[in-house]
């Protein structure tokens, strides 16, 4: 159970190799282990990384106490999604309108997926893109839509995902109260920042990839990213899964999880695609993100931002 711990000024693998001489420890080449990984976001440093990544390291060991890869992300991105630490579920960021609204997205290798997006009042995002998932014969469902699905399969709903310290820091920010050109207007100088949570497991033969968000921070209400974008946010077939994380734009346009799972398609290793993956972004978009890698030979982690923490686990 180890982390990719932030480090300060990092860019490409560089900060990824490093990690890996600090412990991030690669899972042998056994097919019949639970193998996941888990990440917490890709941006700057954090004030407190230590409870962050305790709480990653909680969320990795409860994942890799399931016994089929599906099981094993949802309960792992569930305990994320419950933390304030983290921009998903509880604490997610905040909309120009006040509201924190989810999205997340599933897929396993055998191309199964689901997907939901702006939802009001769901912490467990990623259980509902499984609901979309395995009860209905879409692949996603959004808004207040995805919510009352959500809610008919056990999924709770109505849930205040708004911290304390982000209702207060809203506030303080002057919030438009006309329309959308308002709202444009005013996030204009605000809006940015990217932070994600995300699992992709491995076992016997299988693999499961899920990210959650609550979006970027001062988005326009009603913006949806690249998290329940198949190939974007997420991505799974044989060879392997991805979860990315970072500026949502962006990784959409260059659909950053597809790029990573080709690589697997076409011979790397996790680490290797992970790497790769991150170096075109870069090249492609100048823009910030991270990425992380499973597949039956082990798992892979990078990113360009300042810092991205993660934790493995096997059982």
Not at 190 to 211: K, L, Y
Request: aromatic share 4%; net charge negative; charged share 25%.
């Amino acid at each position: 159970m180890l982390a990719v711990l932030p480090a300060a000024a990092s860019r490409l693998a560089d900060p990824v190799e490093a990690a890996v001489s600090r412990g991030l420890m690669r899972a042998g080449n056994t097919h019949t282990t639970m193998r996941i990984i888990v990440h917490g976001g890709a941006g700057g440093s954090p004030d407190e990384p230590e409870p962050r990544q305790e709480v990653l390291d909680e969320a990795a060991e409860t994942g890799a106490a399931e016994s089929d890869p599906v099981d094993a992300v949802e309960a792992a991105v569930n305990v994320l999604e419950a933390s304030d630490r983290f921009n998903a579920g509880y604490g997610g960021a905040v909309q120009s309108d006040g509201a924190v609204r989810t999205d997340a997205g599933l897929m396993t290798s055998d191309r199964e997926t689901g997907a939901v997006a702006s939802m009001d009042g769901v912490r467990e995002a990623i259980s509902a893109a499984r609901v979309v998932m395995e009860e209905t014969p879409h692949i996603f469902v959004a808004g207040e839509h995805a919510v009352d699905l959500a809610d008919e399969f056990g999924v709770e709903t109505d849930v205040d995902l708004l911290t304390p310290e982000k209702r207060e820091e809203y506030a303080d920010e002057d919030p438009p109260t006309a329309g959308p050109k308002a709202h444009l207007e005013w996030l204009e100088e605000r809006f940015g920042g990217h932070d994600t949570v995300g699992a992709v497991a491995f076992h016997e033969g299988e693999v499961a990839a899920a990210t959650s968000t609550g979006g970027r921070s001062w988005a326009l209400a009603g913006r949806v990213g690249d998290v329940p974008q198949v190939g974007s946010g997420f991505y799974c077939t044989p060879a392997g899964g991805a979860s990315a994380t970072g500026a949502g734009e962006d990784i959409a346009k260059v659909t950053l999880t597809q790029r990573a799972v080709d690589k697997l398609e076409a011979g790397a290793d996790a680490q290797t695609a992970a790497d790769d993956a991150i170096a075109e972004f870069d090249d492609l978009t100048g823009s910030s993100a991270g990425v992380i890698v499973c597949d039956d030979e082990g798992t892979g982690a990078a990113f360009n931002s300042d810092a991205m923490q993660t934790s493995t686990a096997t059982r």
